[in-house]
């Protein structure tokens, strides 16, 4: 329920902010954590801070003309929302999907700035896109779109003003082109600029299985809180993309099963554990669908269609989408005898998700928290670019897996301090908003 002093805040950014249902849902659920903030801290409401970190500091959109391979002239929208710097410069992925509209650019900046702000990293929270579908394009292609996209997007970014990284649809590959064509245009070697850069050119090791490896600390973390641990634990991760690849990986180190993963096409169930490495060629090398890794492994079944919650499990990892988890999906994984669930993508679970697998008493993370392991580690990548510096992938990976459990202290300790004991949701919205709600305040009226 949502605390009658919030109430009013909700109701003018649905108003100022029509059709755009992900912000909606997004800004509600934080919203309803921060009555008991605001009855503690008069100050956040003299300040008008719920206010203000609701409405985006700058917002651009913009056309990207470009040609495909049949010399055809192709239109798309590219966006960037830069939320909030009080913490930092603007940090947060571009997403390349064709669903991609200002209410998805919104819904993910404004979760990036709490999410960053968890981290304890300088950064500030962005996040931007297009409406463009890399699938079925050739290289050249994707190419000629990146270059098109950078080509406005470059005179917006910084290493000390905006850092864009991937998110869905993109990838090394199209970091790649995106970066090269900024190195272009602005004559500058600028390697602070973007993360999840290519190792051989300026991108920091783990920056690519940050996200997933995170979601997998994150969970071994609560369940240590629990007195349990990954070890012996099935999991069910949805998705098979590079969050959901990378989760798969860590749950298999740190002990755990993933015995099911998806893709839009359906489900594997593969109770013997997921071949990763399988699992990558098919769909990393080869860009491939689940159905050939399921031919090419035997004992696997593909529900083609199948809904990867139906499989019964101890632990879910959503990694693939916003609202891929619904109310009649956490009642099946209930009924499976799932007792913990960790967003590894960004508001996977719906409302009425999160509502029913609470009241079922499953321990339920945000992804806020859960998945902030790749951000973590991108700012990780803009410490080494800025001092010239590399690390090793076993360092990096030790500083990822501290961030993690500091997170996850940070969230758990709140929510106790709040009254709410372990409580991730209430934990991680009211952290992450009084460590930028703070700053602000103290950097006056901007
Ligand atoms: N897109 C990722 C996220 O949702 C990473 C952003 C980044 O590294 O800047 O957090």
Redesign the pocket.
Known sequence: MIDERVEPFYDEVARRNPGEVEFHQAVREVLESLGPVLAKYPEFARHKIIERICEPERQVIFRVPWRDDRGEVQINRGFRVEFNSALGPY?????FHPSVYLGTVKF?GF??VF??ALTGMP?GG??GGADFDPKGRSDTEVMAFCQSFMTELFRHLGEYTD??????G?GVRESGYLFGQYKRVTNRYESGVL??KGTDWGGALV?TE??GYGTAFFANEMLKAQGRSLDGMTCVVSGSGNVALYAIEKVHHLGGRVIACSDSGGVVVDEKGVDVSLLTQVKEVERGRLRDYAERRPGVRHLEGGNVWDVPCDIALPCATQNELTGRDARALVAGGCTLVAEG??MPTTPDGIRLLREAGVAFAP?KAA??G??????L?MQQNASRDSWTFDYTEERLADIMAGIHALCYETAEEFGVPSDYVMGANIAGFLRVGRAMVALGLV
Do not use: C, F, M, Y
């Open positions: 940090k947060g992925g571009l997403r993910l979760e990036q999410k960053n950064i962005a996040k850092v864009p990284a991937g998110d869905a993109v993360t999840g920056r940050a996200t993508a960004n992804g998945n902030a790749g951000v973590a580690t991108s700012a990548e």
